[in-house]
């Protein structure tokens, strides 16, 4: 068995879902895409010969009919699931499905719910979508809720209704109402039950452990965000609640025995955040061919920053993630969105440790 692991070397944004397909394409075994951070926040934007698709709760192989797997160290949540789902086959006639671990975290409406509340008083650039909620529910309390929990209806409905309880604890009066109000104004507990129930039914998530992946040659493990947003390495306090660096999949590996390991850390050609929070420069850059550029200004990530590449950031970066991958030897660097800056010249003096250079113009190339 081989393990590539893609690593975003910055704020996130950098090219992941182009590195998983570029390395899916090129991979003449049996593969599968395995994420192994974060959950339904990414958007890992893949533009191919089969067509363009922004991935967040299926994996970046995916329109080329490879499976995702999604690790224990993974939230998981039901409605986006079947959202996603539902536009594949409505726009391809794909009938993708994911296979999740047990322990895999599961976001409920009220993890959402709770996120958006509280983003509102803190505004520190979250998704909305519940990853950060979640994590810290499972992790800290005692109100845990797993993939293996969908297998009894009985047991999840009363988990849930728990978790709704323990929300609600921890709001003033106040928050309690604009709790109440984003359930009921999404709708969200109803479509929930349903999105549920659709998901499994249909097969579209099944519950395996991580010895299914023995049936694959190739493990495509796709990273979340960046090593700049880890929980413990990123600048606080905006970060994300996720091991962001290559410790996770390589994790996975150990417990497989999987020895051939490769790195692919992956950045633009210029620095990106999406999100409040540091960044060492704001500076103007002109960028060309932006068109298909997915990340833009929302309600609660607000404007997608730009900046000149920084060669000291992307080393701390890598120091950092070495803590972690120092015995694997087989390193690369890759870096994309070329065609946005035609005259920009990668300075590959930073990185002659590593073992490939790669580079990516068109997103299709």
Not at 94 to 120: C, G, R, W
Not at 320 to 338: A, G, H, P, Q, R
Not at 339 to 348: C, E, V
Request: charged share 20%; hydrophobic share 30%.
């Amino acid at each position: 068995m081989n393990a590539s692991i893609v690593v975003d070397l910055s704020f996130g944004d950098g090219g992941k879902g182009r590195t998983v397909d570029y390395l899916c394409k090129n991979s003449t075994k049996s593969k599968i895409v395995i994420r192994f951070s974060g959950g339904q926040q990414c958007g890992h934007h893949v533009m191919n010969e089969f067509g363009s698709h922004t991935h967040s709760n299926f994996g970046s192989g995916t329109l080329r009919g490879i499976e995702s797997y999604f690790t224990e160290h993974c939230t998981i949540y039901p409605l986006t699931i079947w959202n996603e789902y539902s536009l594949l086959k409505q726009k391809y006639n794909l009938n993708p499905f994911i296979n999740i671990h047990p322990l895999s975290m599961i976001t409920t409406p009220y993890d959402v719910a709770f996120n958006q509340v509280l983003e509102k008083k803190n505004n520190h650039g979250s998704c909305g979508l519940g990853v950060g909620s979640t994590m810290k529910r499972n992790i800290e309390s005692g109100y845990k809720l797993y993939g293996i929990d969908f297998l009894n209806p009985i047991i999840l409905h009363q988990k849930l209704d728990s978790i709704k309880s323990y929300y609600y604890s921890q709001l003033n009066n106040s928050q309690r109402y604009n709790f109440n109000y984003i359930l009921k104004y999404n709708n969200y507990e109803l479509s929930y039950y349903d999105s549920i129930k659709n998901i499994i039914d249909n097969g579209i998530v099944n519950i395996r452990n991580y010895d299914y992946l023995n049936n694959f040659e190739d493990l495509i493990f796709e990273g979340s965000q960046g090593i700049l947003l880890d929980m413990n390495h990123g600048i606080f306090p905006n970060v994300t609640y996720a091991n962001t660096t290559s410790k996770n999949a390589l994790e996975v590996c150990k417990k497989l025995n999987i020895s051939n390991i490769e790195l692919f850390y992956v950045n633009r050609c210029y620095l990106t955040r999406h999100g409040n929070g540091w960044m060492p420069n704001h500076n103007k850059i002109t960028l060309i061919n932006t068109e298909n550029e997915i990340n833009v200004y929302n309600e609660w990530q607000k404007n997608f920053k730009t900046g000149e590449i920084d060669y000291d950031l992307l080393k701390y970066s890598l120091d950092i993630d070495n803590i972690y991958s120092n015995e694997c030897i087989n390193k690369n660097i890759v870096i994309t969105c070329l065609d946005q800056r035609p005259d920009f010249k990668l300075d590959k003096s930073h990185f002659r440790r590593y073992k490939n250079i790669i580079e990516f113009s068109s997103p299709i190339n």
